[in-house]
């Protein structure tokens, strides 16, 4: 089994950061991508980030140039910086991480619990 944790979740102001970090624990035999989703209420999840084992990365248009994504491949983490958030920001948060266990022949997408991000004045 492979467990999935995210981290740093919280509320902040319009135009301010948070940081959001997921770490990845279990039988882990490789990675491949690692993403961050979001769920605002009444609407569906969608992609916010993703990032592959050799660092590509892409992003909603709706968060370029505001967002970044980075991972450490040897501590299986990866995380999301936030500037310049907007209300439109605010859902829960959710990390994913397309995994091969270790004995496994094929990957499996893990999803964390979710965390709250809220943008507000």
């Known amino acids: 089994q492979v467990q999935v944790v995210e981290s740093g979740g919280g509320s902040v102001q319009p135009g301010g950061s948070l940081r959001l970090s997921c770490a990845a624990s279990?039988?882990?035999?490789?990675?491949?991508?690692m993403g961050w989703y979001r769920q605002a209420p009444g609407k569906q999840r969608e992609l916010v980030a993703g990032?592959?084992?050799?660092?590509?990365?892409n992003f909603a248009d709706s968060v370029k140039g505001r967002f970044t994504i980075s991972r450490d491949n040897a501590k299986n983490t990866v995380d999301l910086q936030m500037n310049n958030m907007k209300p439109e920001d605010t859902a829960v948060y959710y990390c994913?991480?397309?995994?091969?266990?270790?004995?496994?022949?094929?990957?499996?997408?893990?999803w964390g619990q979710g965390t709250q991000v809220t943008v507000s004045s």
């Open positions: 990032i592959t084992s050799d660092g590509t990365t």
């Open positions: 279990g039988r882990i035999f490789r990675i491949n991508g």
């Open positions: 994913l991480t397309s995994t091969l266990e270790a004995g496994s022949r094929y990957p499996y997408d893990y």
